[in-house]
């Protein structure tokens, strides 16, 4: 059986620090990064590559679930996954949101950095007349 397929490079971009190649690994192309796509899908380049780029940040979103609440994942009952997915796609959201709203960097940052920046920050909670007041650390 004969399959046809073809390698499309998709971008080229800069490779901001060119020193983080391994040492003893040659690299053809040293200065940019090339995304590639090998494929047998009848789309021609103007198609193709809107779908890849959706596929890699799908995959982002998975690595960075498996990073937190889907490393709990599989437990022997169907129903303790099913909960645990329930609540690793709430707090994913929930945390993106709450990145989205801080700053342009924790817009793009990983769940991980949101989590270490605005999440995880101590805090001591002062009542008074009817209100809670959160006092936060100077930096």
Do not use: C
Not at 115 to 123: C, E, K, N, Q, W
């Amino acid at each position: 059986m004969h399959t046809t397929a073809r390698l499309i490079i998709v971008r080229r971009v800069k490779r901001l620090n060119p020193k983080s190649v391994p040492q003893g690994q040659a690299e053809l192309f040293g200065v940019w990064r090339h995304h590639v796509i090998f494929t047998d899908s009848p789309f021609v380049l103007a198609q193709a590559e809107p779908m890849h780029r959706e596929h890699s940040q799908v995959e982002q979103v998975f690595a960075d679930l498996e990073d937190s609440a889907l490393a709990h994942l599989p437990s022997g009952k169907f129903t303790a996954n099913a909960a645990w997915l329930t609540l690793a796609a709430t707090a994913y959201n929930l945390t993106r949101a709450a990145g989205h709203l801080a700053s342009v960097f924790h817009a793009r940052a990983r769940t991980g950095t949101i989590r270490r920046h605005l999440i995880h920050i101590p805090a001591r909670i002062a009542a008074g007349a009817r209100r809670l007041t959160l006092h936060l650390p100077q930096h």
